[in-house]
């Protein structure tokens, strides 16, 4: 028995209104919020300019200090990755014939852990060049903010 206020309203659509509502009313206060934000700015361009710079700035910072730390982050790795390789060339390295059999089940755990280690090595290289070129991004819009600064200064 439903209550008064149940809708009976088709599954499909019941799961359409649960999706699209909350999407509603976070378009909604995201759009109040841009709007109360818009408002709230200063209406001089230059201090604008200045706090847009002040931004920027404390962006690149931040984005230099994680650039730094995923790289160290990825050179420890590099690393381990070459320790690895070492270790696997270190058994092949011990007969001119091959893995001796008392070595072979060694051999195949730190030839395993290497081959892992490698799968790993190319994302976490990549990410580290997608984090560079953000951060090389983030400092041309600061240059860019500090020239225009610049600019109006010398006017």
Partial sequence: MRGPLTLALPASLRRLVRVLLPVLVLLTFVSVAFEVRRRAQPAQPGVRLRNDLLRARAFADSCASALAEEEARF???????????????????LHPRGVPADSYPNYLAAFDSYNVAVAGWQARADSLQATWAACTETVERHNELADSVRGIMAQ
């Fill in 75 to 93: 050179r420890a790795y590099d690393a381990r990755v070459d320790s690895l390789r070492d270790a696997v060339r270190g058994y092949e390295a």
